[in-house]
């Protein structure tokens, strides 16, 4: 059986050495897990070939997380309600959009020792990965405040439910960050190559918070997670994230438990090999 990543560009996932590892771990030698690289014009074609019956299912990340939905059967109640779909998941003979992205954040979050319900959390960005971090943060209870260069993409996140926007501005970080627990950067400033940015505006002061958390995790430690620690800030990547957000797809694609040490390893193991 086959299993792809349908993106563009995909030249530094760590997703194939993770899945590849959990399959073999469990047994499942005869299934493969392979980037698909795939531009958005594509996507109607590569779609016709998941549905093929050699192939168990997909992983989808940017930037098809919502350009995929028109050419699926059908969504989970999650993953309409966040208008994103990371995982797509042969159901019955129909193929069908999954969510694991809010679902693996939060594992992590709670890892990490983060609580949720009734705490301030700050997401910075606006995009597909703050919706899974504000959909997720607001399921639990949290207080959701955002971050944004583009308004208008915040205006959107609306939709998930109550939360506060302020702008990318210096004065905009001082008020959100005020007596925040969680700091969540969902922008993919710092990713590599680009490893010299981070989205925290040089200057400003940092918040008391019990974690910051980078979802970028290649590098392995991000600028964003540095500046953090030399404040004395308890931080962490999100290759955590990544690890959960795929273990939760490998069990709908495979039905048996997801080796998560293993797939963390085999993540790890890649990601220094690509430093």
């Known amino acids: 059986m086959r299993l792809f990543l349908l993106g563009y560009p995909l030249g530094h996932s760590l997703s194939p050495a993770m899945h ?12 493969h897990y392979n980037i698909r690289p795939v531009r958005t014009e594509d996507l109607g074609f590569v779609l016709a070939d998941v549905r093929r019956p050699d192939v168990a299912g997909a992983n989808v990340t940017v930037p098809h997380k919502q350009a995929v939905i028109p ?3 059908g969504l989970t109640p999650t993953a309409l309600a966040m208008g994103a779909v990371n995982t797509l998941v042969k159901e019955g003979g129909r193929l069908i959009g999954h969510n694991t992205d809010a679902a693996g954040l939060l594992a992590d979050l709670a890892l990490h ?3 949720l319900t009734g705490a301030r959390v700050l997401v910075l960005g606006a995009g597909g990965s703050a919706r899974a971090a504000v959909a997720g943060c607001l399921g639990v209870g949290a207080q959701v405040r955002v ?3 583009r308004p ?4 959107d996140l ?8 302020f702008p990318w501005t210096p004065i905009g970080f001082i008020e959100a960050s005020d007596d925040v627990a ?9 990713m590599h190559p680009n490893v010299d940015a981070s989205p925290w505006l040089e200057g400003t002061p940092w918040p008391v918070a019990s974690l910051v958390y980078d979802l970028v995790y290649n590098p392995a430690e991000t600028l964003f997670v540095r500046q953090a620690r030399e404040h004395d800030l308890n931080a962490t990547t999100g290759l955590g994230m990544l690890v959960e957000q795929g273990a939760l797809a490998f069990e709908l694609w495979t039905g048996k438990p997801a080796p998560r040490a293993v797939m963390r390893a ?4 890649k990601l220094a090999g690509a430093a």
């Open 20 to 31: 590849n590892a959990a399959l073999a771990e469990v047994g499942l030698a005869d299934w």
């Open 182 to 190: 969680v700091v969540l950067n969902t922008t993919p400033l710092g």
């Open 158 to 165: 609306r939709t998930l439910g109550s939360i506060e926007v």
């Open 152 to 155: 208008e993409q915040a205006e």
């Open 71 to 73: 050419y699926l059967d």
């Open 266 to 269: 085999a993540a790890e193991t």
């Open 147 to 149: 971050i944004a260069r």
């Open 113 to 115: 020792g983060a609580r």
